[in-house]
């Protein structure tokens, strides 16, 4: 995985052209069980109340309070030592040849320079249905044509995935639209904070389907939006990995979710010795940026 080859290129152009690309299968037989029994135990934990960092049903983005009704879309930080056991296999994971090769390889960037960022889970929730908006994760809905053709135009060295562990089918994207400004009718229809009635209706749009065990990696200002079914199972690997070369680029996207959690020894000590190298290049980026604020309004 870590060398580069023909097809991994290929790969590489795909994201680039379409803005996110599809990967088979990024979990070992052993670990599927694994992360499974990991998300099951979490998942419970949350809907019980016993972990309260949580997305919860009526709230699109952070800050992401611990307040609020139980029904939950999301599970934060599960990676976090206070997880037991669980939070070690989700780091193990995260961590793991098979995912940091493919994110070093659309990063183009050596082992060195990865940085360690968010880790989360997509659930559905029990009672209600829910959706997202239409949006991208670190452009406002109000940009001009202007701003939004500048903040496309960076390459924020970052890398976001979901890893269904079954099938899951709430992800609808704009394929190229990670590189191009909203149309007219585009921005009409994500400029709202209202979820879409038919997600179908946004021109472009295609939904993605994830079979268990595969990965879409996107990039997180494609226009994308989401729907949550309570009738239909869904506990998807929700994370994201940046190259240090990025600078504090990727501060607010990340630093917004609540991260001093990260800094302390007793997480580092649940990590392997990669995991601690890349823990270290996000506790020497957080240390130079003073205060971040939210991508997006909720
Ligand atoms: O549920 C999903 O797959 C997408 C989530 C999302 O777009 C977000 O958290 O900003
Ligand atoms: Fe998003």
Redesign the pocket.
């Given at each position: 995985m870590s060398t580069p080859s023909s097809s991994s290129s290929e790969l590489k152009q795909e994201f680039t052209t379409k803005g996110y690309v599809i990967v088979p299968s990024l979990i070992s037989p052993t670990q599927f069980p694994l992360l499974k029994q990991a998300a099951e135990d979490v998942i419970n934990k949350t809907r019980s109340g016993a972990w309260l960092s949580r997305r919860t049903v009526g709230r699109q983005?952070p800050p992401f309070d611990e307040e609020g009704p139980l029904d939950a879309?999301?599970v934060q930080h599960i990676m976090h030592p206070d997880l037991g056991e669980s939070g070690k296999v989700f780091g193990e994971w995260y961590t793991s040849d098979g995912l940091v090769g493919v994110a070093r390889e659309l990063l183009g960037c050596g082992e060195g320079e990865l940085q360690m960022e968010l880790f989360n889970l997509?659930i559905n929730p029990i009672s209600h249905s829910f959706a997202?908006r239409w949006?991208r994760?670190d452009v406002r809905e109000g940009a001009s044509e202007e701003e939004e053709r500048e903040a496309l135009g960076l390459w924020h060295h970052g890398v976001q995935w979901?890893t269904a562990l079954y099938e899951d089918s709430?992800?609808f994207v704009v394929p190229g639209s990670h590189s191009q400004p909203r149309t007219p009718e585009q921005r009409l229809l994500s400029s709202t904070q209202e979820p879409p009635k038919d997600p179908m209706d946004m021109p472009g749009a295609i939904r993605v389907t994830l079979k268990p065990g595969e990965t879409v990696f996107y990039n997180?200002n494609i226009l994308?939006?989401?729907t949550?079914d309570p009738t239909s199972t869904r506990a998807?690997l929700?994370g994201c990995m940046g190259d240090i070369r990025g600078g504090s680029t990727r501060a607010r996207n990340i630093l917004q979710h609540g991260l001093a959690w990260m800094e302390e020894e007793r997480f580092r000590d649940t990590l392997s010795p990669r995991g601690q190298r890349m823990l270290r290049n996000l506790v020497e980026m957080k240390a130079g940026v003073k205060e971040v604020g939210y991508s997006q309004v909720n």
């Open positions: 983005f879309w999301g997509l997202l949006h994760d979901n709430c992800l997180n994308h939006c989401a949550y998807t929700h």
